[in-house]
């Protein structure tokens, strides 16, 4: 009887587990959020990679300037926008790093 509930308790949480099937990953459009304005370093590298990250991941891929403020604008956007996966972030050490240091109330 022990053998039949141990093979139980381990069988259970496996048959659950196929009715918990996760959402097919990326299942909307995916943005690249800039923290600078088109046509600088960061923006060239993220508008090559969005046609190549578009291939791969099988979704389309924007490239979203959101320009200002050192970068805060943007790497604000980014924080506040939802955990989910589908809003990526491409930024210079400067708008990371160092704006929170120097500024009082940057991201």
Known sequence: M???MRICCVLL???GATQAAAQAYPAKTMRIIIAF?????ID??????APKLSETMGQQ????NRA???GAIGTEYVVKSPADGYTLYLASPSAI?????VSKGAV
């Open 61 to 64: 891929v924007i490239v979203d």
């Open 2 to 4: 022990k053998t039949l």
């Open 97 to 101: 790093a160092i704006n929170p240091a």
């Open 37 to 41: 304005p088109a046509g600088g370093p």
């Open 44 to 49: 060239i590298v993220a508008r090559m990679l």
């Open 13 to 15: 949480p496996i048959l």
């Open 68 to 70: 200002g403020a050192n």
